[in-house]
């Protein structure tokens, strides 16, 4: 399934969905995917896009920087970071949705 369908499909459901987008040149945040594992059972999905092989998608988003972070509720846009996060900070983003 493409990047764009999977976004598709959870923007009707009552997830919360966790967008990564990046480039393969910039750093991938590895230990997201882990990081969110204990929510995604729960309220939480987890996309990655790439910016350079889903062009469309980082457009729709309005993407020019990456890494960005967006969360994402029903289509609608709760938060958004440009830049480096933690794990102490996704945490607490997540607590407050």
Known sequence: MD????????????????????????PHYEWLGEALADYEKKTVKYVQVNIETDKDVADSFNIGTVPTFVLVHRGYELWRQIGDITVDQ????????
């Open 90 to 97: 996704l945490r607490l983003v997540l607590s407050e949705f």
């Open 3 to 26: 990047v764009k369908q999977q976004l598709d499909d959870l923007a009707g459901t009552n997830y919360l969905v966790f967008i990564f987008f990046y480039a393969d040149w910039c």
